[in-house]
Each structure stands twice: as C-alpha cells, then as structure tokens.
C-alpha cells in the first residue's frame, strides 16, 4: 500500500506541511488586503478625494487576488517538492501573478482618468479646454492598455520554452515575414496613426457637434480604430477614424461653442420690416436661451413666385440651445404676423386679361 504512505514520492506528513504553509501563506495575503482595504476606506471618511474613492472601486478586487497569490509564490521556498511537481506550481503562479499584476496596472489607468475626468467636466458651459484634454486622455488610456495586454500575452507566452523555440524558428524568416506583416496590417497601422494625429491635433473632440454624413450629433467616443457620434434622434453613427482625416465634415464646436442661429420666413412683399425687428429683439430679450450677442432681422433675398426671404439671425451659447432658441423664435413670429400681418402671408397671384377689353 505504498500510496497510502507516499504522495508524488514524498511522504504524507511532508505534504500536508506544504499544504499548511501554502494556506497561511494564503491566509497571511487575505488579511494585508482586508488591512488595506479599510486603511483605504478609513482615508475616504476623512478625505473626500476622487482619488481615494477610485482605488477602492478600482482595485479592491486585483488586489485580493494579487496578495495571497504574491505570498502563496514566496512560500514556494519554505515547501519540500521535487522538481517535477515544483516546476508546474511556479509556472501557474507565475502566470496568474503576470495576469494580475497587468490587470492591477489596468485599473490604476482607470483611477488617473476618474481623477483627471473630475477635474476636467464636461458639464461645463464652455468646456473646450475639457473636452481637448478628455479626448487626448481617452486615446492614450486605450492605447495604453492595449500596449499592457500585449506586453502580457507576450511575457506568458515566452515563458514557455516550445515558444521561444518557435520565435526563434520565425526569425530566421523575419525578411519576408515583415513584408507580409507590413501589407496585412498597412490598415490598422493607418487608423492607429490616424487616431495619434486626430488626439493631439484634433479636428474632433469628445462631446464635438458634427454634421456627418448629412446626420447632426455629438461625438460620443473616440477609440483606436472608430468613432462613435451619437446622432440626435439617439441612434449611433460608427465611423473608422480614418474618415475624419480623408474626408471633409462640420465641426460646430471646434473653436468654441457659441453659434448663430437661423431661422428663415418667406413672406409677401407687403410685410413691414421694422416691427419684425422689434418683435425679435422682445422675445429675444426674454428668452434666457440667447446669449445677448447677435440680433439681425434683413430680408435676404427675393423670389420669383412674388415672396421675399426675412432671415433672423440671433446667437446662443452651443448648439443645442441654438436649435431651441431658432424653434421658439420661427413659431413666436409665425404666431405674431398671423396675429397682426395676416394679409402679409404669402399669396399666389393670378392675372386675369379680358379677352373682351377694348370692344
């Protein structure tokens, strides 16, 4: 009955001493994280930082499986193992700890941009500054982690020494391999160039209004390949991010966030001009969504089927309030010329000759 009394060639009281040790190891990891963890929440009742706030959210869960697996691998010292069992038990923890530690370094990028997305809101009235630095921070975090990601797929995989052995069989090949890579991935190497030029040049920024495609909206998101514009009515317009480079677009907040508005009316050559000019400047002068900058009635144009062309022209302080003032305006002098003007809506004429004049 020699598997009663030896376990893997060693005897059982060896192993259950390995076991012991490898579960206060555990044991000992659990109890830093719970420290930690109310250190943290002990700081955060006394200070009201984001910081603070963050690590906890962010990294509590890392951090309890980070601790017991960093001291279960230093205890790997104190146990009696012969190599043939020691050897997998350290590739294992030696993964998971790679694996963890990345997520960590993941989840402190993720502290640093609640910190700076505090710091810089959006909700501001004039949030250019913001909305320039949040796209920047939101290209580089992506850009980031994907580097991490990678970093970490490649570190466990050349742990592996089959892997190494086939990195060093596809050298020797590197000449034509390269060329191979270079077409494969001449698109996506475009659309990472194109999101570093769109990042720290910015022809678009987070929350920028767009006419794109002929659609009206706000940019929504900006990631290494794409671009996400939340279109008015609340459906998504995904664009490559290459398309902002090639091709042209409205940006109605590029330099900054005030706007005109228009609203255009088509009236019959007998309307008077002046009242309408003081129409407007009433109701501007009591609609909280203009911005006291511009107020311009002028008949623009006229038109061959007997109307004029009255644009108003008035400001506001960004788009969406542009487009509200622009509503109430067009149905306030709609109202207002059927109320006092009504012979000055537009008309169609007919002339009639008499065939029968002059006899």
């Not at 012991?20 to 006394?46: H, N, Q, V």
């Not at 009206?216 to 398309?243: C, F």
């Amino acid at each position: 009955m020699q598997y009663l009394d030896h376990f893997f060639g060693y005897p059982i009281p060896l192993f259950l001493k390995n076991i012991i040790i490898g579960c206060i190891a555990i044991l000992l990891g659990i109890i830093i994280k719970f420290i930690l963890s109310k250190t943290f929440i002990l700081f955060s009742r006394w200070w009201d930082s984001i910081l603070i706030k963050s690590t906890i959210k962010h990294l509590r869960t890392p951090v309890a499986v980070f601790m017991p697996l960093l001291l279960l691998n230093f205890s790997l010292d104190l146990m009696a193992m012969p190599l043939k069992v020691r050897i997998p038990i350290e590739k294992v923890l030696e993964i998971a700890l790679t694996i963890t530690f990345s997520l960590i370094l993941i989840r402190l990028i993720n502290v640093l941009e609640d910190f700076f997305f505090l710091k810089y809101d959006l909700n501001k009235e004039n949030n250019l500054k913001e909305r320039k630095i949040r796209t920047q921070l939101q290209f580089v975090r992506k850009f980031i982690v994907s580097l991490i990601i990678l970093v970490t797929a490649a570190i466990i995989l050349l742990s592996f020494e089959s892997m190494r052995r086939i990195g060093a069989g596809l050298l020797t090949g590197v000449g034509i391999g390269g060329i191979i890579i270079g077409f494969a991935a001449q698109k996506s190497l475009g659309n990472l160039l194109a999101g570093f030029q769109i990042a720290f040049t910015q022809p678009i920024r987070i929350d920028d209004v767009l006419i794109v495609e002929g659609e009206w909206g706000r940019v929504e998101e900006i990631t290494l390949t794409y671009v996400v514009v939340s279109i008015w009515d609340q459906r998504r317009l995904i664009l490559p991010i290459t398309y902002f480079i090639e091709k042209p677009f409205q940006n109605w907040t590029r330099v900054s966030a005030d706007l005109l508005g228009t609203v255009f009316l088509y009236m019959d050559y007998t309307i008077p001009i002046e009242p309408l000019r003081q129409e407007l400047t009433r109701l501007l002068t009591s609609n909280p969504l203009w911005d006291k900058r511009v107020n311009v009635v002028q008949v623009t144009d006229t038109n061959k089927d007997g109307t004029i062309e009255i644009r108003f022209l008035m400001s506001a302080s960004n788009s969406s309030r542009a487009f509200d003032l622009r509503c109430e305006v067009r149905e306030a002098m709609i109202t207002f010329i059927q109320n006092n003007y009504p012979e000055s809506l537009p008309k169609t004429r007919l002339e009639h000759k008499d065939k029968f004049a002059g006899l």
